[in-house]
């Protein structure tokens, strides 16, 4: 018998998130974002999805992170601030 390999929707539902008020990402110019950045990659290059192009704005959805921490090395104008949640915040991955 095979087992089918796991989706990532799948992977990503096993992951439990204890989410801070406070975000750990930072844009530090949203405005950059839209008038200077060709391609936005941080839309494309994050495995959760965190940000979102909005009409006039991309949007961060920190709840979610996974803290691999793609997004800073994939911003090409160095735009995003990115540092680990507090203490005993962020993702908890289940394995198994």
């Not at 998130?17 to 994050?46: A, I, N």
């Not at 909005?54 to 996974?66: A, K, Q, T, W």
Request: charged fraction near 30%; hydrophobic fraction near 35%; charge should be neutral.
């Amino acid at each position: 018998m095979t087992t089918k390999p796991m989706k990532i929707e799948d992977k990503l539902f096993l992951d439990r998130f204890k989410v801070d008020t406070e975000s750990h990402l930072r844009l530090v110019d949203g405005e950059k974002c839209v008038k200077e950045c060709e391609g936005q990659p941080c839309l494309y290059l994050c495995p959760a999805n965190v940000y979102r192009l909005e009409v006039d704005r991309i949007s961060v959805n920190y709840e979610g992170c996974l803290e691999c921490g793609s997004c800073r090395i994939a911003c090409p104008l160095l735009n995003i601030e990115w540092r680990f949640p507090k203490g005993g915040f962020g993702i908890a991955h289940k394995f198994g």
